[in-house]
T-cell receptor, first 116, second 114 residues
Framework: KNQVEQSPQSLIILEGKNCTLQ??????????LRWYKQDTGRGPVSLTI?????NTKSNGRYTATLDADTKQSSLHITASQLSDSASYIC???????????????FGPGTSLSVIP | NAGVTQTPKFRVLKTGQSMTLLCAQD?????MYWYRQDPGMGLRLIHY???????AKGEVPDGYNVSRLKKQNFLLGLESAAPSQTSVYFC?????????????FGPGTRLTVT
């Protein structure tokens, strides 16, 4: 069964601290993994995308890692800011070449709160 | 360039009532999607469209219908609303199937069915 799990469910950190969010998936055939940021009351916005051959991808203070062998990914946030408070969603895609649609499985998200 | 817009932003329906959610995008994207987001769960695909005049079922299509008469618009209809359809609905679009393109999401519609 295609599934994406994330941990922790929620996290509170002090401004300026670092944190790491985890994503485990069982999706086949694997195509790519994205991390999205969803601010309260808004739609998700893509932070990074990684394919099978990529181990690390950075976007400013956000660094994503991927271990395709263990089917795990992490999102590391450095020097957190109040504006980082949001839900972070791990999204894994599977590609089926004979269809017009790639199956996209969304994780439940990790709710991050950065406090002063 | 407004991106992806959704109307309405909020709606309260009584059980059995019907309504239509409108999604519009001004980016000339071919692919459009309707998702629902429930607490503790990931977004789930309701219906999608790979181009004007085409629609297809997603993961949770029961109780919903869609239409894509114009490329820029994707409508989601609830013919007879049920409390189980209380959710936040997101529309998204992307240019083509190419995986390097991300999906662009609208701001969401919060629907409550009493």
């Amino acid at each position: 069964k295609n599934q994406v799990e994330q941990s922790p469910q929620s996290l509170i950190i002090l401004e300026g601290k670092n944190c790491t969010l985890q994503c485990n998936y069982t999706v086949s055939p694997f195509s790519n993994l994205r991390w999205y940021k969803q601010d309260t009351g808004r739609g998700p916005v893509s932070l990074t995308i990684m394919t099978f051959s990529e181990n690390t991808k950075s976007n400013g203070r956000y660094t994503a890692t991927l271990d395709a062998d263990t089917k795990q990914s992490s999102l590391h946030i450095t020097a957190s800011q109040l504006s980082d408070s949001a839900s972070y969603i791990c999204v894994v895609s599977a590609t089926y070449t004979r269809t017009s649609y790639d199956k996209v499985i969304f994780g439940p998200g990790t709710s991050l709160s950065v406090i002063p | 360039n407004a991106g992806v817009t959704q109307t309405p932003k909020f709606r309260v329906l009584k059980t059995g009532q019907s309504m239509t959610l409108l999604c519009a995008q001004d980016m000339n994207h071919e692919y459009m999607y309707w998702y629902r987001q429930d607490p503790g769960m990931g977004l789930r695909l309701i219906h999608y469209s790979v181009g004007e005049g085409t629609t297809a079922k997603g993961e949770v299509p029961d109780g919903y219908n869609v239409s894509r008469l114009k490329k820029q618009n994707f409508l989601l209809g609830l013919e007879s609303a049920a409390p189980s359809q209380t959710s936040v609905y997101f529309c998204a679009s992307k240019p083509t199937r190419d995986m390097w393109y991300e999906q662009y999401f609208g701001p969401g519609t919060r629907l409550t069915v009493t």
